[in-house]
């Protein structure tokens, strides 16, 4: 058995900046590229940002410059510093465990957070 548990959301004016953690429970992840993703009302579920095992990261173009991912292998979690925040960031956003263990990739894995509500006002 894997959990994820998000925190660190909140409501916020634009150009503020928040950090999202997500804490693993159970078996370790520290093997096992962990991602971002976020879903906003409406929207269908998209990839925010991931990151390996050793530390190389990716991102979608949306956030490149303004999100940074993060992770403690020794504490099982992975952040998600976001600064200089748009209306068009709000949304839902869930950690995910992937099913790659080295590489960089943008897909999913089985193992969801429950997720954390960002809103960002104009």
């Known amino acids: 058995q894997v959990q994820l548990t998000e925190s660190g959301g909140g409501l916020l004016q634009a150009g503020g900046s928040l950090r999202l953690s997500c804490a693993a429970s159970g078996h370790s992840f520290s093997t096992t590229t962990m991602g971002w993703f976020r879903q906003a009302p409406g929207k269908e579920r998209e990839f925010v940002a991931a990151?390996?095992?050793?530390?190389?990261?990716t991102y979608a173009n949306s956030v490149k410059g303004r999100f940074t991912i993060s992770r403690d292998n020794a504490k099982n979690t992975v952040h998600l510093q976001m600064n200089s925040l748009k209306p068009e960031d709000t949304a839902v956003y869930y950690c995910n465990k992937h099913r790659t263990q080295m590489a960089v990739t943008t897909i999913p894995g089985d193992y969801w957070g429950q997720g954390t509500q960002v809103t960002v006002s104009s």
């Open positions: 990151i390996s095992w050793s530390g190389g990261t």
